[in-house]
Each structure stands twice: as structure tokens, then as C-alpha cells.
């Protein structure tokens, strides 16, 4: 990792903790890299987001913005704590709820044993995953064509090697059409 110029202090931080002996930090951005460690020290003890601004703004005297900025730096630094809080109650409640589908299949109870399977998927994220309303094909890369006029074609290819060009003065004609009405477009959708 290199710093370069015009790296943000998030940069040069960065590359600290990396490579401590050949980035070493200034006492500004020392200062910086204490406040990101709070802000992770206060997430892990539950603080909110505005409870820590609060902090920041009274006992500090560092701006709300600045907050914000903090907090959002510590958690690329260092990760959001309360995601991984939450999904360790979700990996905690699944080993709970195995236990209780073992426990219901040794005493032979299905109706049990069906609610604990059921707890599984859906906290478990796997009734998710199926979305019957999920459609893949939105996402596909698709080859669009666009047919234009030469004139039209050769004023995009001016602006494009020129940087802009003037489209008013374009012979820009209107193209013939029919008009459905209401009744006629219903017929053609049964």
C-alpha cells in the first residue's frame, strides 16, 4: 500500500494499521485514529449512534458532521458491531432451536418437531431464499439497440469527439402514430 497525495486521513490510517513502520501517523491523525478506537469501544458497550454524537458534541466540542464521520470511518475500519451482534443472537437462536428439533425427535414429537423445522427456515434465512417473486432475469445484462437518424447519429459522434454540440438546428420531424382507444385495447389484451 502506498500513500499518495491527496490521500484522505482515512487513507493514511488505513495503511497505519497495515504497515505501522512505514506509515507512521501525526499527532493529528493519532488523535483521529483514538477517536475511531472509542467509537468502537462505545458500539461494543450498545451505545447508539446518537448517544455517541451527543457525547462527541458536549464533552468533546467536535461538530455533529464530524461525529457522523467518525462513526462511519470506525465502522470501515473496524466493522458494524451491531450487525455481527445480530447475527450472533441469529447463529445463537439457531443452535437453540437444533437443540429443541433434537430434543422433539428423541420424544417421537412431530407437531413439535414441524414448528422447531418451520423456526429453522425462517429465521434461519432459508425461506428467503426461494423468493418466488425473485426474478433473475432483471439483472441479466442486456444488449439494448437504439436505430437513429443519420443526422441525429452524426451530431452524437460531433458532441462525443467535440464535447458538445448544438441540437437545436436538428430536422427533427414527427413520425405518424395511431391512437388506441380504451375499448380497442382491451379487446387485444383477451
Not at 487513507?11 to 488523535?31: M, R, S, V, W
Not at 423468493?131 to 443519420?150: G, L, S, T, Y
Request: charged share 30%; net charge negative.
Amino acid at each position: 500500500m502506498l500513500i499518495k497525495r491527496g490521500d484522505s486521513t482515512f487513507d493514511k490510517i488505513l495503511a497505519h494499521y497495515i504497515n505501522p513502520e512505514h506509515f507512521p501517523l501525526t499527532e493529528t491523525n493519532t488523535d483521529i485514529l483514538n477517536r475511531l478506537n472509542e467509537v468502537f469501544a462505545l458500539r461494543l458497550n450498545h451505545f447508539s449512534s446518537q448517544q455517541i454524537v451527543n457525547k462527541w458534541v458536549n464533552e468533546k466540542g467536535i461538530s455533529q458532521a464530524q461525529a457522523y464521520i467518525d462513526i462511519r470511518n470506525s465502522e470501515k475500519l473496524f466493522g458494524n458491531v451491531l450487525k455481527a451482534d445480530v447475527e450472533g443472537s441469529r447463529v445463537v437462536w439457531l443452535e437453540y432451536t437444533r437443540d429443541f428439533l433434537k430434543r422433539c425427535k428423541q420424544k417421537g414429537d412431530k407437531n413439535n418437531e414441524a414448528k422447531a423445522l418451520k423456526m429453522m427456515a425462517d429465521y434461519g434465512g432459508f425461506a428467503n431464499e426461494d423468493n418466488p417473486e425473485f426474478n433473475a432475469e432483471k439483472f441479466e445484462n442486456m444488449e439494448i439497440h437504439v436505430n437513429v437518424d443519420k443526422q441525429v447519429q452524426a451530431k452524437l459522434l460531433e458532441m462525443l469527439s467535440g464535447g458538445s454540440v448544438d441540437l437545436n438546428n436538428l430536422n427533427v420531424t414527427d413520425i405518424d402514430f395511431e391512437e388506441l382507444k380504451t375499448d380497442e385495447y382491451e379487446d387485444d389484451d383477451q
